[in-house]
């Protein structure tokens, strides 16, 4: 069973951080995998990249942000609740190695994908870097533990509020600008991690990003989570998630994560008229 | 009993017409009532040496439980095809018979053969509305663990097999519920899922422990399998590797392989969307590329998501296509138009990244190709444009290297299947068997229960003699 064991909300409740009991996943995953889940028997198969383990413990991190009708519908979870079906490690770890100095960019909740990364470049002794961002102050997320697990953190909002008034990718371009930097990792919302190849790419400085394509088994099986990346098909879930942002093309990316706009428009309006009916009761 | 065979005809299978069942989900076939199983029994002249048991991959005793039907012991009936076949309900339904056991039944020569498949439904599906299906007596515990990867006919039977020998049986499944291609692939109008759902909880009651949401390659790796304590290990992952034709505009929406597409709707049940969560498109003008059984899956899953137009696009022609006639001649009468020797060779879209249109090129046929057929080649100039806005690609799988790239001790085949001894299944490793898709390329339901069947047996001596 795979029971809540704590919920926690954070940026005005549009986030949300459980911690799961899956003993035998904890063991077993690292840095940069996934786990597909399962809310209930009509529930749809979906894909969240583990933001924590604790193999002693026997728990995973699951943070996510509510979007739509499923991350709408597992914020009804609390604690003592339990997901049907979770599955995992899925994919490739991210490769940790001694490289020097990365910086690792997150935005939105990226930066929940971003944080066990982040920490495990930092402990295999590299100088890590980071900048995490959102558009107000109230939207950041794991400011704290972004901090603790980089040698330097930066904060950014589009609007100001917080740290640097502007985007990740101006921090980024000082930071290149000054110094060396041998890995770039950026994870977030596509055109975040889209701006972030295309100004590393003008630095020649190698540059790695989660792609977040809509998948269905997470195994290889089906197809549906394929990506360009050098002009070749490869699949999200196995091949990656992670892939080298020089390579990718963001905007067949956006476009195929467009593919059930309706459809998800519909499950949430029914979503949000079944709870507004239920409360009125 | 010769003359009695003459007299009654092969009894036919009611079903459920045409413009009906393009609109719904249910079975299309609705089975026998027993006073017509019975009647179709007594056609069976009761063979002493049954050609048909010859040709059933895992040699039921047909004259026999045939025999009980003609007797009214329907009871009896099942018991005795429950001795060598776990799944009598999905094979009465699936099998190919025309080319196994009926092709061999002696009737046949002259005039119709026995309907066995037919008959073998009846019972099993008798059994489950009666609501008593007897368990079988179990041999005393062995103390040995199996492990089983995969949940699908090869797995199922494997563990069928060898609980009943003792062991005590774990099935590993990647997915949440077992059955691969049984549950995820063949839509519930032609299998009923309740009926599987009927088949692996009887394996349950016998004691066999399914293991879902476990994907071995990642969550364990077999060795680690044997680290737990597993003496023997049975891999039967099937052929999970959607093929794509690698042409322009593959990646535009409304292109799916034929995986993603049945998976959406049969595993995920998005015909049922917004009850269930899955969502799939609801095209008005389906393509549908290639012709075996999962392109005719797909084309009548389409039909019954409501599109007003389904084709089948195929680059050979009608004798070439590898589908059962049956699945032909239903889709054929559900509406689903044949566009043969046709070869897409583009995906056109709008500016949203939405399927419009599809290019494609006529063929004739010319030489023989690697597999004895015609080879289809293009006309030269005969491009043309089809509009669709939904496109199944249904070419065929291959082998997916998930778990096989975790375990290089699998001795693999240039195309990446693990190579398997022919009567046992036993693998390149030590205490490893391998059966069904995953070692032969996609074949049929009865075929990887053959194989399951075998390499029980084999890991039965192993189990109590050694490797
Ligand atoms: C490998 C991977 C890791 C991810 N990790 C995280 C994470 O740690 N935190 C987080 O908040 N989100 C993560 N996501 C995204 C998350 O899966 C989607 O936000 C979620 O599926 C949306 O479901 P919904 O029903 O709430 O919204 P919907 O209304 O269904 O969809 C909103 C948008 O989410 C995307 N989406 C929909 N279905 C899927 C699907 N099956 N798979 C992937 N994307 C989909 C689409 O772009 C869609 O437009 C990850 C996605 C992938 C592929
Ligand atoms: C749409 C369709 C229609 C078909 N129609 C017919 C028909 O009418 N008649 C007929 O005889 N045959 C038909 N077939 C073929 C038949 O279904 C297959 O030959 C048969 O299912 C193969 O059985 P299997 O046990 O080898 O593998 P599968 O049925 O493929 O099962 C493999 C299982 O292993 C699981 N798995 C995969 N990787 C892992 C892993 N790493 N760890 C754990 N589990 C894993 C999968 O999720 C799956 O459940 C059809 C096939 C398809 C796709
Ligand atoms: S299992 Fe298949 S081949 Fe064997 S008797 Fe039954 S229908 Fe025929
Ligand atoms: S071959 Fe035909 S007639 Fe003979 S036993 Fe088999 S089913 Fe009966
Ligand atoms: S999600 Fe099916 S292949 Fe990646």
Redesign the interface.
Same mark, same amino acid.
């Given at each position: 069973m795979f029971t809540i064991l704590s919920k926690r909300e954070m940026a005005q409740g549009t986030v949300v951080e459980n911690v799961i009991s899956a003993p035998r996943i904890a063991k077993k995953a690292l840095p940069g995998q996934f786990v597909i889940l399962r809310v209930n028997e009509t529930g749809e198969r979906i894909p969240l990249t583990m933001a924590d383990t604790d193999p002693e413990k026997g728990t995973i991190t699951i943070i996510y942000q509510v979007v739509g009708k499923s991350t709408a519908l597992m914020k009804t979870l609390g604690v003592g609740d339990s997901f049907l079906d979770i599955a995992g490690p899925l994919g490739k770890p991210t490769h940790i190695e001694k490289v020097g100095t990365v910086v690792c960019v997150g935005g939105g909740t990226g930066v929940a994908v971003l944080h066990p990364i982040t920490r495990a470049f930092k402990e295999a002794g590299n100088k890590v870097i980071s900048i995490c961002g959102s558009r107000t102050k109230d939207l950041l997320i794991l400011e704290e533990e972004m901090a603790e697990a980089s040698t330097e953190c930066n904060i950014c909002t589009d609007d100001g509020t917080c740290g640097y008034h502007g985007f990740g990718t101006d921090l980024l371009k000082g930071i290149l600008d000054s110094e060396k930097v041998d890995l770039v990792v950026g994870i977030g919302p596509v055109p975040m991690m889209k701006a972030v190849a295309n100004l590393t790419r003008k630095y020649g400085v190698k540059t790695l990003v989660s792609l977040n394509a809509i998948m269905l088994d997470g195994t290889g099986m089906c197809g549906c989570c394929r990506v360009s990346v050098g002009g070749k098909t490869q699949f999200a879930c196995v091949d990656g998630p992670e892939f080298d942002g020089h390579a990718v093309d963001f905007d067949e990316l956006v476009m195929r994560l467009n593919s059930y706009v309706p459809q998800e428009h519909e499950s949430m309006n029914l979503f949000e008229h079944k709870c507004s009916c239920a409360s009125a009761k | 009993m010769t003359e009695k065979a003459q007299k009654v005809s092969r009894q036919p299978m009611p079903e459920q017409a045409p413009e009906i069942r393009r609109n719904n989900f249910l079975e299309v076939p609705l089975g026998y009532p027993p006073q017509t199983a019975q009647l179709e029994a007594s056609r069976c002249i009761q063979c002493k040496n049954p050609a048909c048991v010859k040709g059933c991959p895992v040699g039921i005793d047909i004259p026999g439980f045939i025999n009980f039907i003609s007797q009214g012991d329907f009871a009896g009936g099942i018991a005795k095809i429950k001795e060598t076949n776990a799944l009598p309900a999905v094979c009465g339904r699936v099998c190919p018979q025309e080319a196994q056991c009926e092709g061999q039944c002696v009737l046949g020569k002259k005039g119709d053969p026995v309907a066995i498949g037919r008959l073998e439904r009846f019972l099993a599906d008798w059994e489950r509305n009666e609501g008593v299906v007897k368990l079988p007596q179990k041999a005393p515990s062995t103390g040995k663990k199996v492990a089983v990867v995969g949940a699908g006919p090869a797995g199922l039977t494997v563990a069928g097999d060898l609980i009943l020998k003792g062991h005590e049986v774990t099935v590993f499944e990647?997915?949440?519920k077992p059955g691969g291609v049984l549950l995820y692939g063949i839509p519930e109008f032609r299998l009923p899922k309740e009926i599987l759902f009927a088949e692996t909880n009887y394996l349950e009651r016998l004691g066999v422990r399914f293991e879902?949401?476990?994907?071995v390659g990642?969550?364990?790796s077999l060795q680690e399998l044997f680290e737990e304590g597993y003496d023997a290990i049975f891999v039967a992952v099937g052929a $999970?590797?959607?093929t794509?034709l690698k042409v322009p505009g593959?990646?535009l929406?409304g292109v %799916?392989?034929a995986?993603?597409y049945l998976?959406?709707s049969n595993l995920?049940?998005a015909y049922l969307?917004?009850? %269930?969560?899955?969502?799939l498109?609801r095209a008005k003008n389906v393509v549908v590329i290639g012709a075996g059984n999962v392109a005719m899956d797909s084309a009548r899953t389409a039909m019954r998501m409501g599109a007003d137009s389904v084709k089948i696009v195929y680059r050979r022609s009608r004798e070439e296509m590898p589908a059962r006639v049956e699945e032909i001649h239903h889709a054929e009468e559900e509406g689903v138009q044949m566009f043969l020797l046709t070869n897409p060779v583009r995906f056109i879209g709008n500016d949203? $990244?939405h399927l419009t249109a599809m290019e494609c090129l006529q063929m004739e046929l010319g030489e023989p190709d690697a597999s004895g057929r015609r080879r289809p080649v293009p006309i030269k100039g005969s491009e043309f444009v089809m509009e669709t806005d939904m496109a199944v690609i249904s070419v065929g799988a291959g082998a997916?290297?998930?778990l096989t790239s975790t375990t290089p001790e699998l001795a693999l085949n240039k195309w990446g299947y693990i190579i398997g001894q022919p009567d046992t299944g036993k693998t390149s490793m030590r205490g490893v068997w391998a059966g069904g898709d995953i070692v032969t390329g996609m074949a049929t339901v009865i075929q990887a229960m053959g194989a399951g069947r075998q390499a029980a047996n084999s890991m039965q001596e192993y189990l109590t003699l050694g490797w």
């Open positions: - | 990647a997915f949440h879902c949401n476990f994907v990642k969550l364990a $999970g590797l959607p794509f593959e990646n929406i %799916y392989s995986n993603e998976t959406r995920m049940k969307f917004p009850q %269930y969560d899955t969502p498109i949203k $990244g997916n290297p998930l």
